[in-house]
């Protein structure tokens, strides 16, 4: 029997970008924990001119074929931001990035690694770092523990083969991102208790909710304190002025005032904690499109959600206080002063803190410290090219 050779070709026509963004909605067609994305984002995350993470990246998607039949894709792209940072934060010169990573078989998997090796070389790149789909703000690493259940909003979820397949092709771990759930039902430790109590005493500190009127200022100054909070982090790639604007205007439909806090000491910002009700229970079942009348019941599930879990995807205090004991003080106030609105008004069980960097001690320390367990942990991954 004559075997059917695999190709792996670059996408160029509007039917192979379909073609990139339908694949996984048949790979993930019998896995109960995946969750279908909209289409209409996917296509808004690798289209330059809608994405304005192309003002300082490039990128190139492909496809592998079998027989005429899409078996895997893959996306190689460079980050000119990424580039410029201190390669012992986890990015510099030389580094190039892999990601939206899908294949049917080990054979698809290995060819299309390749073929993203060979485009990142034939840019001058000299170190492979990924997956990385398709910057470290948008679902960065590999899923290699908690399969089990589907992932909360903005986290990704993929084949468990995939971390034998990327091992295979010579990839070595480089850094862990958790995520951490706990049940937001009990009330924190006596000790957590104590401390947010002694803050609530403390006139020089105030944790304010955002003013969704002044959304985009609100913004501006929450996305300006990430910048400073996180710019010493592993992977760390500061977000452009454009790139605040676009999140922002992504993110308002599932922003709740009540959701969202920022603290103050002394009247200046110097924290802020973002909370959205987990959207990945509704999209479950919409197969990827809000067409025909899924738009109707999106709408309606946004103007009061009821979810049984929340997510902080994000959440930052100003350099200059994170080796201090306000640090810790104004996090834990922020976490309770959200945990107590969530099983009130939106009828939460369950949170989920993350993604986390395994070294990150003082956040992994919070996490432990209100009784939080890893719930499911992304590889990211590294070669020399």
Avoid: C
């Avoid at 940072?85 to 299309?112: I, Y």
């Avoid at 709408?299 to 201090?324: E, N, Y």
């Avoid at 993604?355 to 942990?377: P, R």
């Amino acid at each position: 029997m004559t075997e059917i050779s695999l190709k792996v070709r670059p996408v160029l026509t509007k039917a192979d970008r379909a073609a990139f963004v339908d694949l996984p909605f048949r790979l993930y067609a019998d896995d109960p924990h995946w969750v279908p994305p909209l289409k209409d984002e996917v296509y808004g995350l690798i289209t330059p001119g809608k994405n304005p993470w192309f003002e300082h990246g490039e990128a190139q998607l492909f496809l592998a074929e079998r027989g005429g039949r899409v078996v895997g894709r893959i996306s190689a792209h460079i980050d000119q931001l990424a580039l410029a940072q201190p390669p012992e934060q986890g990015m510099g010169p030389g580094t190039g990035n892999w990601g939206l990573f899908e294949a049917e078989d080990a054979d698809a998997a290995a060819a299309l690694i390749a073929a993203a090796e060979d485009w990142l070389r034939g840019k001058g790149m000299v170190r492979s770092l990924g997956p990385l789909s398709i910057s470290i703000w948008d679902e960065p690493g590999l899923l290699v523990n908690g399969f089990d259940h589907p992932p909360t909003i903005m986290m990704g979820h993929n084949s468990a083969s995939y971390q034998a397949w990327v091992e295979a092709a010579g990839y070595r771990f480089a850094k862990s991102l958790r995520t951490w759930e706990l049940d937001i039902s009990k009330p924190f430790p006596e000790l957590v208790q104590r401390i947010v109590a002694g803050g609530e005493r403390n006139a020089r500190i105030r944790v304010r909710k955002v003013n969704k009127a002044r959304f985009a200022e609100e913004a501006t100054l929450i996305l300006g304190i990430l910048n400073d909070a996180w710019s010493d982090n592993w992977g760390f790639v500061p977000l452009t002025d454009t790139e605040i604007a676009f999140v922002g205007k992504k993110l308002k439909p599932l922003v709740y005032e009540d959701l969202v806090m920022v603290a103050e000491y002394d009247g200046e910002p110097v924290a802020f904690m973002i909370v959205l009700p987990d959207v990945n229970e509704q999209l479950a079942g919409f197969g990827g499109s809000l067409w025909p009348f899924n738009w109707a019941k999106l709408l309606w599930w946004l103007r009061k959600p009821r979810v049984r879990t929340v997510r902080v995807p994000l959440m930052g205090v100003v350099k200059r206080l994170q080796s201090s004991r306000m640090a810790s003080q104004l996090v834990f106030m922020m976490i309770e002063t959200i945990r107590r609105k969530v099983i009130v008004d939106y009828g939460a069980t369950r949170g989920e803190i993350g993604w986390i960097l395994d070294d990150n001690q003082g956040m992994n320390a919070i996490a432990d410290a209100i009784h939080s367990q890893i719930n499911k942990d992304y590889w990211v991954y590294e070669k020399a090219l």
